[in-house]
């Protein structure tokens, strides 16, 4: 008889292992399907950055003023350079490990990279009107050849325009932003259950 306790002791111990080992992997994969989806719109973001880069270099030469050229080159480079900073914060939030850490320092490391993850966001918006006020002219001079200091009055009705959307827009992105770091906390805090 103490066998056969012995025996079924071991069994409903190593289903346990192998229960807790199913959930985990399972709350690994949904926890990286939470930033799957921003990875998915960084990426054609991405995409999209780097053609409007590619399209500022190819037609530099109508960049003809010492003020067009600084801004295409800022642009340039803010189209460059955010977009690999954006996809390696998702990356980064992706790559927590949830299996080998005990709940408490995956909760801390969770909440640190969250942290940085969520100012990166902040800069790369607070960045965007910036990045808009530059581009509006370079754009404008790439693909129309005009210049909008010599010929700006479209300016002056775009700006506020533009600036309303972005308002709405931010907050929006920053929501959807924070709502999948939530949701994602909550996966782990599952975890201690």
Do not use: H
């Not at 056969?4 to 190593?14: A, G, P, R, V």
């Not at 054609?44 to 109508?62: D, K, M, S, T």
């Not at 003023?65 to 350079?81: H, K, P, Q």
């Amino acid at each position: 008889m103490q066998g056969l306790w012995q025996d079924m002791s071991q069994k409903l111990e190593q289903q346990q292992q192998l229960t807790d080992r199913l959930i985990m992997e399972m709350t690994t994969q949904k926890y990286r399907s939470k930033f799957s989806t921003l990875s998915t719109f960084e990426t054609i973001g991405a995409v999209i950055c780097y053609a409007c880069a590619l399209a500022i270099l190819l037609y530099a030469n109508r960049l003809d003023t010492w003020y067009l050229m600084a801004s295409g080159i800022v642009c340039v480079l803010i189209l460059v350079v955010l977009p690999i900073f954006s996809l390696g914060a998702i990356k980064n939030m992706q790559r927590l490990n949830l299996k080998d850490n005990n709940y408490k320092d995956t909760l801390t490391e969770f909440a640190l990279r969250k942290k940085r993850f969520m100012q990166f966001q902040q800069i790369n918006l607070g960045l965007t009107p910036i990045f808009m006020l530059l581009s509006l002219p370079v754009m404008t001079k790439v693909l129309k050849n005009k210049d909008l200091f010599l010929e700006g009055t479209a300016l002056f009705w775009f700006v506020p325009i533009a600036s309303i959307f972005l308002i709405f827009f931010y907050r929006w992105v920053f929501k959807c932003y924070k709502n999948i770091g939530k949701s994602a906390e909550g996966l782990i805090k599952e975890l201690k259950e």
